[in-house]
């Protein structure tokens, strides 16, 4: 093995060790440890280029941008291979695979022995939230994959101001990751090196003191880039349960009414459910602004200044399924993608550019899909690409359902000034929701905590691509857009969140609302716009905040009248919104019922409070 000389910059001993012990058993070719510059992201992205398996998009169109095509089995996080290790199996509880902490670090270590053989060691120390914040953490992943540098370098802050802090010995969660896939001598590489299912393993170690993260076999997402929710989530929510603070599945978005007073959001929307839209949304409604704090992860600490809670997002980019994302729907995000950033699993162009279904433009005539065929616009529908040179043919989905732009934050048009203040913005709201088709009314809110609580615990959604998984289109509960996500046992979590409502005073706490933006009619259309008509939403939610909202209060919460969303210049009609805000009882007793049924796997884990508010919301629909 080449060693090169850059391991010298590692002056904390113990990491140093750490690097040398796993490259011994990893036997890469050579180690570079990254320095987070743009000289050596655009080398990297050159030689990757050089060897075919990304493709550097038009200068002129999309400038500094690539397009990679991962491998067809490798397109999502995988839930089914994804573990939360501690030494006791109820800890991690029932919805959490588990496995015993020394059997799994025995398979594991086998797995990665030769593992990066033929290819580059690369040393990745990063932070998670701005450098040197109190509320940042600082983590070093070891991985064999280019693709991962680069989008870390994106979604992270990585490099030499992290590495700095790690060699004057601040504390750092240590992460393993290899894409599984060593080289032989004079064997040629693979565009997109994994490992097959089976031995795919996304780890997570929780044990206090012995925070970890292994990685194996797969390059996407999630199940790679380590910072995000292996690390974000995963072990910064178990962290945050002893610490006292929380790590949620949330964007954080600044909200400015027309009369200039401004609300910071959080919303727990589970994946491929429209957080990155609400975070960088174009409000419909005159005279409103929202501005992006971040997208998909928030960490939440009680504040002793302002005496409320206050979110940080903790990463530096956007990693955000493309599509969906128009000029119409996102136009924010699809500024934020315009220069700088890694497009995975979209449809490449004859003239170099990017296209994806309902991108908001027609479908090129030509193109090259996801998976490298070629693909052709529809002659039934502009917007569609077929299989056939004639245009004839079935619709196919030219990019992947979960294909991703990787984006910098601060490309965002709307990026909010205080997205980076070290100590977070102060909370007024917090929202839950999820894909339901039917039940849900648009908007209802809590009648305190403990009913802000039960509403997120008793969040589910429609099972999107995000996942690879059978159960895509199901309806599943998902607590808090937490339930792939949660380090540590789910009833636990519940409590903690009860218990952060005690740090703050009552009213001090944010109000909470669950929404529902997915209602579909008879004919499977939604009922509701969506995307920049959902500030009409919110327009109520900030009169809630303020006792100004007109409401009624209802055996699931308090919800809007019938005229108190302005639908001023919405397609929307006055009935469809009745009914959308009309309490379908008996929907909702089979609701309560399905939720009451979900806890029982938790046996008598679930806290007191809220097995009373099921029962209080029970009687009040059965009266
Ligand atoms: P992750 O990055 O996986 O956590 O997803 P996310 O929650 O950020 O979801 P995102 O905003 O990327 O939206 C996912 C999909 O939902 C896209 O295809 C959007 O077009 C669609 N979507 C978002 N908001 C709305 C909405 O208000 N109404 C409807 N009908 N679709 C929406
Ligand atoms: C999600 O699935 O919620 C995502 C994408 O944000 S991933 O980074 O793959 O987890
Ligand atoms: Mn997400």
């Given at each position: ?33 990254c320095?987070g ?85 690369y040393v990745i120390p990063y932070s998670m939230g701005?450098i040197?914040?109190?509320?940042s953490k600082l983590g070093v992943e070891l991985t064999?994959?280019?693709?991962v540098v680069?989008n870390m370098r994106i979604m992270t802050r990585m490099g030499d101001a992290a590495l700095?802090l790690i ?5 750092y969660v240590?992460c ?49 880039l380590l910072g995000k929710?292996?690390f974000a ?81 903790p990463e530096n980019g ?306």
């Amino acid at each position: 093995m080449s060693c090169c000389c850059c391991l010298d910059k590692i002056t904390n001993p113990e990491l140093k060790a750490w690097v040398k012990e796993f490259a011994d058993h990893a036997t890469p070719d050579k180690i570079v440890v990254c320095n987070g510059s743009q000289e050596e992201y655009d080398a990297l992205a050159a030689a990757e280029v050089a060897r075919g398996a990304w493709i550097k998009l038009n200068e002129e169109k999309r400038p500094g941008c690539y397009l990679v095509r991962s491998h067809e089995s490798d397109v999502a996080r995988v839930e089914g291979r994804t573990y939360i290790c501690c030494k006791n199996k109820d800890d991690a509880g029932p919805t959490n695979n588990w496995m015993d902490p020394t059997e799994m670090k025995k398979i594991m270590w086998e797995l990665y022995k030769g593992c990066m053989k033929g290819r580059t060691l690369y040393v990745i120390p990063y932070s998670m939230g701005p450098i040197g914040s109190p509320l940042s953490k600082l983590g070093v992943e070891l991985t064999d994959s280019a693709y991962v540098v680069c989008n870390m370098r994106i979604m992270t802050r990585m490099g030499d101001a992290a590495l700095d802090l790690i060699n004057k010995g601040a504390e750092y969660v240590k992460c393993y990751h290899s894409v599984g896939a060593p080289l032989e001598p004079g064997q040629e590489d693979v565009a997109w090196p994994c490992a097959p299912m089976e031995k795919k393993y996304i780890t997570q170690f929780t044990d206090p003191g012995e925070e970890a993260i292994w990685s194996f076999g797969s390059g996407y997402g999630g199940n790679a880039l380590l910072g995000k929710k292996c690390f974000a989530l995963r072990i910064a929510s178990a962290l945050a349960k002893k610490e006292g603070w929380m790590a949620e599945h949330m964007l954080i978005l600044k909200l400015t009414s027309p009369e200039n007073k401004s609300y910071f959001v959080t919303a727990a929307f589970p994946s491929a459910c429209g957080k990155t839209n609400l975070a960088m949304m174009l409000p419909t409604l005159p005279g409103w602004k929202v501005e992006t704090c971040g997208d998909d992860i928030a960490w939440i600490h009680a504040d002793k200044n302002t005496g409320k809670l206050h979110a940080i997002n903790p990463e530096n980019g956007f990693f955000g399924v493309a599509p969906g994302t128009s000029k119409v729907s996102n136009p924010n995000a699809l500024e934020a993608c315009r220069a700088n950033t890694i497009f995975t699993n979209v449809v490449l162009t004859d003239d170099g550019d990017i296209w994806w279904e309902d991108m908001g433009v027609p479908a090129p005539a030509h193109g090259i899909d996801w998976k490298g065929n070629d693909c052709y616009a529809s002659k039934e529908k502009p917007n569609k690409m077929v299989a056939n040179a004639d245009g004839t043919g079935e619709f196919i989905k030219a990019a992947h359902p979960n294909s991703r732009f990787t984006a910098p934050a601060e490309q965002c048009p709307v990026i909010a000034k205080e997205w980076e203040d070290p100590a977070g913005v102060p909370v007024d709201a917090i929202l839950f929701g999820g894909r339901r088709p039917s039940t849900i009314p648009l908007v209802n809110m809590a009648t305190d905590w403990a009913h802000g609580v039960y509403m997120g615990s008793a969040a589910g959604s429609e099972v999107t691509a995000a996942v690879i998984s059978d159960q895509i289109g199901q309806v599943r509960r998902d607590p808090m857009a937490m339930l792939p996500f949660c380090g540590y046992n789910m009833a636990d979590y519940f409590g903690h969140w009860l218990a952060m409502g005690e740090k703050v005073a009552a009213d001090k706490l944010p109000k909470v609302f669950f929404v529902n933006w997915f209602r579909k009619d008879a004919d499977g259309n939604f009922m509701w716009p969506g995307f920049g008509d959902n500030s009409r939403v919110l327009k109520w939610v900030c009169e809630a905040i303020e006792g100004k909202a007109s409401t009624k209060v209802t055996p699931i919460g308090i919800m809007p009248t019938d005229d108190a969303i302005d639908l001023a210049g919405c397609e929307t009609t006055p009935e469809t919104l009745k009914e959308l805000l009309t309490v379908d009882v008996e929907g909702w007793k089979k609701e309560v019922a399905g939720v009451k049924e979900s806890w029982e796997k938790f046996g008598d884990r679930i806290p007191a409070a809220l097995t009373a508010k099921l029962a209080e919301i029970t009687e009040a629909l059965n009266k």
